[in-house]
């Protein structure tokens, strides 16, 4: 089993910062990709940012220069920490990743999502 355990949520007023964790446990060989997807109510799963095992990065339009993604490849966690926040970054955020186990091969779970909440 893979597990993604998401922390750091919360409630934060407009122009406030957050920062959120997502580290990986359990049986598998390697990491690959680890992003950050969001969902707003009534509306569908966004990408917000991805990193590769090598530091790469893509961002969607509406975080680019708020949001930051980076890993942390020895402790298997990604972290995204948002800045400037507005009402419309207000989502419950979703980490996932691509592990390789030997048994299945490449597969992608997702964990279990944390509030963030965006108040005037």
């Known amino acids: 089993q893979v597990q993604l355990a998401e922390s750091g949520g919360g409630l934060v007023q407009a122009g406030g910062s957050l920062r959120l964790s997502c580290t990986a446990s359990?049986?598998?060989?390697?990491?690959?990709?680890m992003g950050w997807y969001r969902q707003a109510p009534g509306k569908q799963r966004e990408l917000v940012a991805t990193i590769t095992s090598g530091g790469s990065t893509n961002y969607a339009d509406s975080v680019k220069g708020r949001f930051t993604i980076s890993r942390d490849n020895a402790k298997n966690t990604v972290y995204l920490q948002m800045n400037s926040l507005k009402l419309e970054d207000t989502a419950v955020y979703y980490c996932?990743?691509?592990?390789?186990?030997?048994?299945?091969?490449?597969?992608?779970?997702w964990g279990q999502g944390t509030q963030v909440t965006v108040s005037s």
């Open positions: 996932n990743a691509d592990f390789y186990r030997m048994l299945t091969g490449w597969v992608t779970n």
């Open positions: 359990g049986s598998f060989s390697s990491i690959n990709a």
